[in-house]
C-alpha cells in the first residue's frame, strides 16, 4: 500500500495518521479538513472555554504533523465526493487518490425546522461557532437554548456562569430521557432548576421574531420568550453529504455502517468517530454509534491500524469494540456515563437531589451501564466490569450500600 487518505481533520482523523505511523506505515499520508484549523479538542468548547473564556487547545503542532509524521495537510477544504472506482475523493480542485481510505468527518448540527436563519441563531460545534457563541454570553442577556441535551446544558451552565438570563426548552419530559431514563433525567432536571435556569419541558421552539435578529421566541404551547439569542442544540447529523452515491451504505440517520473492522461496505474504505454504525459485542448490539471523544479517539487509531495492515487478511486485522464513556460539565458538577445506561435502571445509590448519586442499569444477569453525579472513581471501576462483562451481583458488590 502506498497511500493512506483521511478525511477528518479533528480527533478521529488525527488520531489515525498517528496510529497508522506508529504501526510501521511508510507510505503517503493525507489528512484532510473541512475546517482551517489544526486538530483541536471540541469538548471544552461548551464547557470552560464558553465559562471561562479558555484558549483552544490544538492538539498538536504543524511542524510535527508535516516534519516528524510526514502528513501532507489539505484543511479548509471539505471532501466533496468518493469515486471508489477510481480510488479517489474530491477535495476542492484537487482529485486525492487513495489506496485505504479511513471516514472522519464526524457530524453537523441539526437545525430547527421551519427557523430561517438570521442574527442571533447559533449552533455549537466547531472553534468558529464557538467565537461567535461567546460574544453574546453576556450579563443579563436573554438566552434561549432548545435542546437539554449535553451541549445545550453544557451551553446554560456556561451562560448563567456568565450571569445571562437562561431559558432551556426541551421536547422530551426530562433532560436526557432517551439516554438514562426518568429518573435520572428527573435529577438532571433539578439541577438546571437549582442554578437558576428556567427550563421548559414537553415542549419546543416554533417560531422565531425579530426582523433582521432574534427578538423573541414562540414555543409549541403558545408562550412567547423574549430572547437576544437562540442556541439550537438538538443533536447532530452524520456529515456523509460527499458519499451520496459512492456505494458506501448509509444507514437511516445518515451514518456509515460498517464490519466488525470498521470497514466499510466499499473494501478499502474505513471509518472512525461520530459517523460510524457497528457491531460492538461489549455492548450485545448489532449496531451501535457513538458520539462521544473516547469513541472518536480509540476508533480512528483503530480504523486506521486496520486500513494499512494487509488488506484482505482478517488475522492481521483486530476487531473494534468498548465500553462507551461520555462525560458532561453542568454548573460546576461533573455528570459521566458509561456503557448504555439507556436500558432498565434498576438501581440508584445514593440522594438525586444531592451532591453525588450512582445509577446502575442490567439487562438480565448483566450489568450494562452507569451514571454518576461527581462519583469519578466509582464509575470507572463500573466501565472496567461492563467491559469484562460482569454480573448484576457483581455491580452490587462493588457498592456494598447498594444491596
Same mark, same amino acid.
Given at each position: 500500500?502506498?497511500?493512506?487518505? =483521511? =478525511?477528518?481533520?479533528?480527533?478521529? *482523523?488525527?488520531?489515525?495518521?498517528?496510529?497508522?505511523?506508529?504501526?510501521? +506505515?511508510?507510505?503517503?499520508?493525507?489528512?484532510?479538513?473541512?475546517?482551517?484549523?489544526?486538530p483541536?479538542?471540541?469538548?471544552?468548547?461548551?464547557?470552560?472555554?464558553?465559562?471561562?473564556?479558555?484558549?483552544?487547545?490544538? +492538539?498538536?503542532?504543524?511542524?510535527h504533523?508535516?516534519?516528524?509524521?510526514? %502528513?501532507?495537510?489539505?484543511?479548509?477544504?471539505?471532501?466533496?465526493?468518493?469515486?471508489?472506482?477510481?480510488?479517489?475523493?474530491?477535495?476542492?480542485?484537487?482529485?486525492?487518490?487513495?489506496? &485505504?481510505?479511513? !471516514?472522519?468527518?464526524?457530524?453537523?448540527?441539526r437545525?430547527?425546522?421551519?427557523?430561517?436563519?438570521?442574527?442571533?441563531?447559533?449552533?455549537?460545534?466547531?472553534?468558529d461557532? &464557538?467565537h461567535?457563541?461567546?460574544?453574546?454570553?453576556?450579563?443579563?442577556?436573554?438566552?434561549? !437554548?432548545?435542546?437539554?441535551? +449535553?451541549? *445545550? @446544558?453544557?451551553?446554560? @451552565?456556561?451562560?448563567?456562569?456568565?450571569?445571562?438570563?437562561?431559558?432551556?426548552?426541551?421536547? @422530551?419530559?426530562?433532560?436526557?430521557?432517551?439516554?438514562?431514563g426518568?429518573?435520572?433525567?428527573?435529577?438532571?432536571?433539578?439541577?438546571?432548576?437549582?442554578?437558576?435556569?428556567?427550563?421548559?419541558?414537553?415542549?419546543?421552539?416554533?417560531? =422565531?421574531?425579530?426582523?433582521?435578529?432574534?427578538?423573541?421566541?414562540?414555543?409549541?404551547?403558545?408562550?412567547?420568550?423574549?430572547?437576544?439569542v437562540?442556541?439550537?442544540?438538538i443533536?447532530?447529523?452524520?456529515?456523509?453529504? /460527499?458519499?451520496?452515491?459512492?456505494?458506501?451504505?448509509?444507514?437511516?440517520?445518515g451514518? %456509515?455502517?460498517?464490519?466488525?473492522?470498521?470497514?466499510?461496505?466499499?473494501?478499502?474504505?474505513?471509518?472512525?468517530?461520530?459517523?460510524?454504525?457497528?457491531?460492538?459485542?461489549?455492548?450485545?448490539?448489532?449496531?451501535?454509534?457513538?458520539?462521544? /471523544?473516547? $469513541?472518536?479517539?480509540?476508533?480512528?487509531?483503530?480504523? $486506521?491500524?486496520?486500513?494499512v495492515?494487509?488488506?484482505?487478511?482478517?488475522?492481521?486485522?483486530?476487531?473494534?469494540?468498548?465500553?462507551?464513556?461520555? /462525560?458532561?460539565?453542568?454548573?460546576?458538577?461533573?455528570?459521566?456515563?458509561? *456503557?448504555?445506561?439507556?436500558?432498565?435502571?434498576?438501581?440508584?445509590?445514593?440522594?438525586?437531589?444531592?451532591?453525588? +448519586?450512582? $445509577?446502575?442499569?442490567?439487562?438480565?444477569?448483566?450489568?450494562?451501564?452507569?451514571?454518576?453525579?461527581?462519583?469519578?472513581?466509582?464509575?470507572?471501576k463500573?466501565?472496567?466490569? !461492563?467491559?469484562?462483562?460482569?454480573? /448484576?451481583?457483581?455491580?452490587?458488590?462493588?457498592?456494598?450500600?447498594?444491596?
Amino acid at each position: 500500500m502506498n497511500t493512506l487518505l =483521511v =478525511v477528518g481533520g479533528s480527533l478521529a *482523523g488525527l488520531r489515525g495518521v498517528q496510529a497508522a505511523r506508529a504501526d510501521g +506505515f511508510d507510505g503517503r499520508l493525507l489528512l484532510v479538513g473541512a475546517e482551517p484549523h489544526l486538530p483541536y479538542d471540541r469538548p471544552p468548547l461548551s464547557k470552560e472555554f464558553l465559562a471561562l473564556h479558555g484558549t483552544t487547545r490544538y +492538539f498538536t503542532e504543524e511542524a510535527h504533523l508535516r516534519d516528524d509524521l510526514g %502528513v501532507e495537510l489539505r484543511l479548509g477544504v471539505p471532501a466533496r465526493a468518493l469515486d471508489p472506482v477510481r480510488r479517489t475523493v474530491q477535495v476542492g480542485d484537487e482529485d486525492l487518490p487513495y489506496d &485505504a481510505l479511513l !471516514i472522519a468527518t464526524g457530524s453537523a448540527p441539526r437545525p430547527l425546522p421551519r427557523i430561517e436563519p438570521r442574527d442571533g441563531v447559533l449552533t455549537l460545534r466547531t472553534l468558529d461557532d &464557538a467565537h461567535r457563541l461567546r460574544t453574546r454570553l453576556t450579563r443579563d442577556a436573554r438566552v434561549v !437554548i432548545a435542546g437539554a441535551g +449535553f451541549i *445545550g @446544558s453544557e451551553i446554560a @451552565s456556561a451562560a448563567r456562569a456568565h450571569g445571562a438570563r437562561v431559558t432551556v426548552v426541551e421536547a @422530551s419530559a426530562t433532560p436526557l430521557e432517551r439516554a438514562a431514563g426518568p429518573e435520572v433525567g428527573g435529577a438532571l432536571a433539578g439541577l438546571h432548576r437549582r442554578h437558576g435556569t428556567d427550563l421548559r419541558l414537553g415542549t419546543t421552539v416554533t417560531a =422565531v421574531h425579530g426582523t433582521g435578529r432574534v427578538e423573541g421566541v414562540r414555543l409549541s404551547d403558545g408562550t412567547e420568550l423574549a430572547a437576544d439569542v437562540l442556541v439550537v442544540g438538538i443533536g447532530a447529523a452524520p456529515a456523509t453529504g /460527499w458519499l451520496l452515491g459512492s456505494g458506501v451504505r448509509l444507514h437511516a440517520d445518515g451514518g %456509515v455502517v460498517c464490519d466488525g473492522y470498521l470497514q466499510t461496505t466499499v473494501p478499502g474504505v474505513y471509518a472512525a468517530g461520530d459517523v460510524v454504525h457497528w457491531p460492538n459485542p461489549l455492548m450485545d448490539l448489532p449496531l451501535m454509534r457513538c458520539e462521544n /471523544w473516547t $469513541a472518536a479517539a480509540e476508533q480512528g487509531a483503530a480504523a $486506521a491500524r486496520n486500513a494499512v495492515r494487509t488488506q484482505g487478511r482478517a488475522e492481521v486485522r483486530t476487531p473494534f469494540e468498548t465500553v462507551p464513556y461520555v /462525560w458532561s460539565d453542568w454548573y460546576g458538577q461533573r455528570i459521566q456515563f458509561v *456503557g448504555r445506561p439507556a436500558d432498565d435502571c434498576r438501581v440508584v445509590l445514593g440522594d438525586l437531589d444531592g451532591p453525588t +448519586f450512582l $445509577a446502575l442499569y442490567r439487562a438480565g444477569e448483566r450489568v450494562v451501564g452507569a451514571v454518576a453525579l461527581n462519583q469519578p472513581g466509582k464509575i470507572m471501576k463500573y466501565r472496567r466490569l !461492563i467491559a469484562g462483562r460482569g454480573t /448484576w451481583a457483581a455491580a452490587l458488590d462493588l457498592y456494598p450500600t447498594a444491596a
